[in-house]
Structures are given as C-alpha cells and as structure tokens.
C-alpha cells in the first residue's frame, strides 16, 4: 500500500496512517467496487441473464454469480473430444458450516449431480461440498433444490465471508461440540443482510421461509453492525455496505491441540478454551493467514496468520464482526491481488492493527494468548466413538471426489440409515449417528464397497491434497487432482528403492492461487506451467510452518532426480525427523545445492 513520503507509521501516530486505496480514506477504487455498488445488492445483470436463453453468463453476471456460490466454466478438453465451441458450465458450491451435511441434503446433491451435473460430488479443502458441469438453464433447479432440501450456496465464494471451518468429528465431549457452535454462529453473524433477500429472490422466488434462522445470540450480536465503527453507513447491509468487501474472507474454530483446520491460513482463526461443561470460556486469536499469490510478482506471498490474544467467549462474535469491518475499511480496493487482510496485516504491522481495532472497533479487553500444548494434524479416519450410544467413521477420499458405485452406495447408507455427513478439511468424508445397533451391518456395507481398512490408507495418500485444476478450473496452468494419483505412486516408489521408510506431507495446486493449501506442505507443486510445477519445501506436519519456494519451473518429468539426493540426506538423519524439519535444519542454501545437484552442467 502506499504512504505519502513524510507519514510516520509510528503507534503513536495511527490516525495518520492510513493504507490507500480503501473506504477509510475515500481514495479512487478499482471499477469493480462500483460495479457491486450498482447491482442492487447483487442482483442485476444476473436477474435479467437468468431469464434469457443464451447458454452461459456476461462477465458481469458472472461475477455476480460468485456471491451466489458459483462459478462459470469452461472445459477445456471439449474440443479434443469432438465438440464444437465452448462447453459451458457452473461449479456450485455450498455453504456447510463446520462441515456438517444433514442426511437429507446429501441424498438430494447426489440425486441432483448425477441428473444435472456430471456425476460426481467434490469434498473441497473448506469442508463444503462442490457441484461440476451444471448448465446454466439448469441453475436455477439446482439452488432451489438445494436451499429447499436444508442447505445454501450463500457466500460460498464472492467477496464476503466463507464456508467457516471447524473440526469436523461430532465428538460430543471437550471443546469440540462449542467450536462447532462457533463456527455456525459465524457463519450466521457474518451472513449479509440484504444479499440473502436477492439471494432468496433469485432461487427460491423469495419464499422467505428459507433464510437463514440464526440463534438469539447472533440475533443479538447482529445488532452491533449499526455501532459506530462496524456500521458501514447502509441500513440495507450494516456489516458489508453495498460494496461488500475488498475480496474473500476466510474463518476457522478449532480446539487445543487439533489442527485439523490449518488454523494459521485463515483471515480470522479461533481457537476456542471450554470449561468443564463444555462452555465457550474464550478464544485465542490469530489474524492474516492466506495462501494466494501470484508467480513472480513478489507483492503477493503466502502468509500465516498473527496471533493477537486472547478474548473471552461472549465477546467473540463481536470480534468477528469488527475484524471484518476493519477489513471492509482498510483493505485494498484498487488492486484485488493486495486486497486479502494478509496484506494489511504486513503493510501495516500488527501493532497498527490492534490499535486500529480496539481504538475504533472492538473496546473490549484483548489478553495474552492461553497455552494450547502440542498440535496435530487430526483426520479421525477409521471408527470413532461418537457418544455412549453412537459412532462416526471417517472414509479417506482422495482428492474429495465421490463417484461412481462410491458415491452410490454411500448415498444408499446414509439414506437408509438416516445418518448424517461431515466433511473435513483434508477432503475426507465422516458418516455420523451410527447407532450401536447399526455398526456392524454399516461396517459391511462400507467393506463391500472397498472400505476394509479405513484407518490405515496409504500413509502417502492420507494427508495428501490437491485442486481440481485441469480442465475446468480457467486457473489452472497445469494438472493438480488428476495428477495427484502418479504423483503419489512415484514417491512411494522412489521411497521404496531408498530404503526410506518415512511419510511426507503432500499437496499439489494447478495455479499459484492455493486452493489445496500447498504452501503449508513439506513438499508441494505449485504449477507454473504446462507439466512443470514450483517446488515448495519445509512445511510441518502439524501446520505451524510456512514452507520455502526452491526451484521455480521443474518439469515434472525431472522429480524423482531432483528429489533423490535431499530423500538421501533425510534418510542419514534416521526415523526422528520429518522431511520438513530436516529442510528447515539444512537451510535454503543447502537445500538448493542438493536440490540442482543433478541437473546438467
């Protein structure tokens, strides 16, 4: 952001400093701001377009679609089948707080997917469900359904709040039954106004009786939008104004100890203390995590997340609200590549951003951080004992994708067993309120459809993610989902013939966007061309660790000689240390020596 030459950026001196271009000081913005300003709270030209009989979206309606959860494509592979022009279509994705997919939803995705999309679901690494290859006639049957079978795709992309995340086991013990709730009532507390009444019109022909139905403490909680400071001066859309924010905006519960969530690559994470009842007590705070970016352009990075304190339990969802309108305000309108909070949080600096805060947004008392003890990466796979009388069981999904006789029969299961699903970040699936008497005759029916061991997958495959990528996502530069089986297989191969017996964390993304999260990984592809990726190392296995960028375009016909001489100093080091521990010790300079080792003189 830029400052004029003579401004002090002192604490001392905050009311000068302020970041521009951004509503707080009222500088010229970027055309799209006032385009969402002009479409009536997201309406128009997307109202209009939904009636004509062209088959696909303007790029003004499209960007509208967004907000509505949804996104145009185009697949880029129809010509080479022998189509003709461009194939049009829509991904949808929903809005599932904390993961949760009630029984009836899932059964009507799947019905709906495999009669008007292209016979798949998709997990996503936000614990929502995605949708591909809908047309555009159709979009409006598919929402509606959607919405009348208990879901949404409210604000499931577009610059408002996103699908909130929190653990997704339905352990009903500790704090995890309180994070759930957290992230529900964010969900609701960051909801737009005005927005959901376009939303509900659009879809639904405006049956009200569809809007969300939020809990007497977001009810109440919702009310300090119009308090100065978080009021963004529009009756009609307190939080958000008619412009919404400068871009996405991401949240995350989670509870000491499990860092399921990628708690530290969220605009706002949580990580919640209960007392002996399970009673939300407080919440330590950490702020400006993301992982977009953009290749070599190096005022784009991927940053993780600063903690700020620690808030006590009935002050967080007034927390929530004014850290979105602090982004609402200060963050970035002219460039949406420098729009994310991340990037206020470094311009900035987070002394700046905690006296921002309290000074103009949130008065409430900001304490020291709670200890939260060792953190793991959990993904309650295998069997699970949900309650006294129930179970979950958590199925590894590579990738998120449900097709097939899987995805049938486990829409049978969940149907005929009246069970519910939860999705987890790391693209799993967990069948949920299996009753005591249930369990043995659920477990046949998941062994009979090739969930014999579903504790133990290949350790490789367990944590590993990627994005769709190729050939839908516009994005993509290169394979991501497609490519992760081969990927997965030559590492496990080139493992073997080293004589290591050692896991790795994996991830692999299309694009420098991050969907998959890969700059948390200990060793990741970014693509950066066709069949060539970025190579990222020195993540950790529990996700505190932001990994480095080494090598920039690595064909990928060159990993296993690029990779063999740092896999053999990993093995020197003996079974304690991990791959990213072991990179993070060498040091880049190390590192890169080993890494281009083999390359050609």
């Given amino acids: ?167 997704a086991a339905p352990y009903e013990k500790g704090s995890y039954p309180a994070a759930r709730k957290l992230a529900n009532d964010i969900a609701d507390v960051l909801s737009p106004k005005k927005a959901e009444k376009t ?4 879809w639904v022909d405006g049956e009200i009786k569809y809007a969300i139905k939020p809990s007497s403490e977001v009810k109440r909680n919702r009310k300090l939008q119009l308090k100065p400071g978080v009021f963004s001066g529009d009756e009609k859309e307190p939080l958000y104004g008619a412009t919404y924010l400068p871009r996405k905006f991401k949240c995350a519960t989670t509870v000491p100890g499990d860092n399921s969530v990628d708690i530290l690559t969220h605009d706002i994470g949580l990580v919640t203390f209960t007392n002996k009842k399970g009673v939300l007590e407080g919440c330590n705070v950490y702020v400006g995590g993301g992982m977009g970016r953009t290749h070599n352009l190096d005022t784009t990075f991927a940053r993780i997340a600063d903690p700020i304190g620690y808030v006590e339990g009935e002050y967080i969802l007034e927390l929530v609200q004014s850290i979105l309108a602090l982004q609402r305000d200060y963050g970035d309108r002219k460039t949406r590549r420098h729009s994310r909070l991340k990037y206020v949080l470094h311009d900035m600096g987070v002394d700046w951003f905690k006296k921002q805060l309290t000074t103009k947004y949130f008065t409430r008392q900001i304490e020291n951080l709670k200890h939260e003890g060792d953190t793991i990466l959990e993904d309650y796979l295998g069997w699970h004992q949900q309650s006294e009388k129930l179970w979950f069981v958590g199925l590894p999904l590579l990738s998120g994708r449900l097709t097939g006789r899987v995805k049938k029969e486990l829409r049978n299961i969940v149907e005929k067993y009246a069970l519910d699903v939860r999705l987890t970040p790391n693209q799993d699936l967990l069948l949920c309120n299996i009753g005591n008497y249930q369990k043995a005759s ?97 993540g950790s296995t529990n996700l505190k660790r932001l990994a480095t960028p080494y090598l920039q375009k690595m064909p990928i016909d060159d990993l296993e000689k690029t990779l063999e001489p740092l896999f053999l100093s990993w093995k020197d080091t003996g079974t304690s240390s991990s791959l990213g521990d072991h990179v993070t010790k060498l040091g880049s300079e190390s590192v890169m020596s080993l890494l281009t080792s083999s390359a050609a003189p």
């Fill in 1 to 167: 952001m830029n400052f004029d030459e003579n401004e002090s950026t002192n604490i001392e001196q905050t009311e000068q400093t302020v970041p521009s271009p951004c509503i707080a000081n009222n500088s010229p913005r970027a055309k799209f701001e006032q385009f969402k300003a002009d479409s009536n709270y997201l309406n128009e030209p997307l109202n209009s377009e939904l009636l004509n009989d062209s088959d696909h979206f303007t790029n003004d309606a499209v960007q509208l679609l967004k907000f509505h959860g949804s996104y145009q494509q185009d697949d880029r592979e129809h010509r080479k089948r022998g189509g003709t022009g461009k194939d049009w279509q829509m991904m949808l994705r929903l809005r599932n707080p904390a993961g949760y997919v009630p029984g009836p939803l899932f059964v009507a995705l799947d019905e709906l997917s495999d009669r008007l999309g292209n016979q798949t679901l998709r997990a996503t690494t936000r614990q929502c469900f995605q949708m591909h290859g809908i047309k555009k006639v159709n979009i409006k049957e598919v929402i509606g359904t959607i919405v009348k079978s208990m879901g949404s795709t409210l604000a499931a992309c577009g610059d408002v709040n996103r699908n909130v995340m929190a653990p």
């Fill in 199 to 202: 939303y509900i019109d659009l």
């Fill in 442 to 538: 659920v477990k046949k029916a998941l062994i009979d459809i090739g969930f014999i061991h579903p504790e133990t997958p290949d350790r490789l495959a367990r944590h590993a993610m990627a994005c769709p990528a190729l050939p839908l996502c516009g994005l993509a530069m290169t394979e991501a989902e497609r490519f992760l089986p081969e990927l997965l297989e030559r590492i496990n191969n080139q493992l073997k013939i080293l004589d290591i017996n050692k896991s790795v964390l994996i991830r692999v993304t299309g694009c420098p966007n991050g969907c998959a999260r890969p700059y948390m990984a200990e060793l990741a592809l970014v693509g950066s061309g066709l069949n060539q990726y970025q190579l990222w190392l020195g």
